[in-house]
């Protein structure tokens, strides 16, 4: 069976510090990957958007980078934190249409 | 990607059915109707999708009208580990497409 893989799971990070989440999936093979965040009390965005190993769409332009180094494997970095980049960071896989998510990552940037 | 309309808040008895309805008159002949819910502090979890007939789960069913400008997630008995915040999402056919989440209907089921 399919399984996704995201760590750590809370992180307090200073602001200007570098960044990098990761995220792998098992069981499956070229997988559509996204990574979302969701600010407190608002809704999910989307960050970014992988169909395939290099090929990376970015939805809304910030600080964050996203990288697709392997094919279950996706990194999203920043190389200095703002305080703005609190937030719930999720990662997701999907082979057709269902996705499914990571548990995610709660950054507190101080 | 076809628009959604929502409620953004529901309330639903305990051991009632809670039928959330989801406008998306935009929505291209292509597109399935795909539901998550997001339980709070979790990621969101896939509940049902369908493209022009009715589906059932053992989750959930889902209806959509003949003209699918519009759907209903209904949850036959609902309980309190059902509250979440629910999401509407039409979706392209296909491996490819981006997974849109709108602001979706906050369900809270009451004792």
């Known amino acids: 069976s399919q399984t996704i893989h995201q760590w750590p799971a809370t992180l307090v990070q200073p602001v200007g510090s570098p960044l990098s989440l990761e995220c792998t999936v098992e069981g499956t093979s070229n997988p559509n990957l996204y990574w979302y965040r969701q600010a407190a009390g608002r809704g999910l965005q989307l960050l970014f958007y992988?169909?395939?190993?290099?090929?990376i769409s970015s939805e809304v332009p910030q600080n964050l980078s996203a990288s697709r180094p392997q094919d279950r494997q996706f990194i999203l970095s920043s190389k200095k934190l703002l305080l703005s980049d609190s937030g719930f960071y999720l990662c997701?896989?999907?082979?057709?249409?269902?996705?499914?998510f990571g548990q995610g990552t709660r950054l507190t940037v101080v | 990607d076809a628009k959604t309309t929502q409620p953004p808040s529901m309330d639903c008895a305990e051991g009632r059915a809670a039928n959330l309805p989801c406008n998306h008159s935009t929505i291209s002949g292509n597109e399935y109707v795909y539901w998550y819910r997001q339980i709070h502090s979790q990621g969101p979890q896939y509940i049902i999708h369908?493209?022009?007939n009715n589906e059932t789960n053992e989750m959930a069913s889902l209806i959509i009208t003949e003209d699918r400008k519009s759907s209903t997630l209904i949850l036959p008995h609902a309980t309190l580990r059902d509250t979440a915040v629910y999401y509407c999402?039409?979706?392209?056919?296909?491996?490819?497409?981006?997974?849109?989440f709108g602001q979706g209907t906050t369900l809270q089921v009451k004792p």
């Open positions: 369908g493209l022009k």
């Open positions: 992988s169909v395939g190993i290099g090929q």
């Open positions: 997701a896989w999907s082979v057709g249409r269902k996705a499914f």
């Open positions: 999402i039409p979706h392209g056919s296909g491996n490819t497409g981006k997974l849109i």
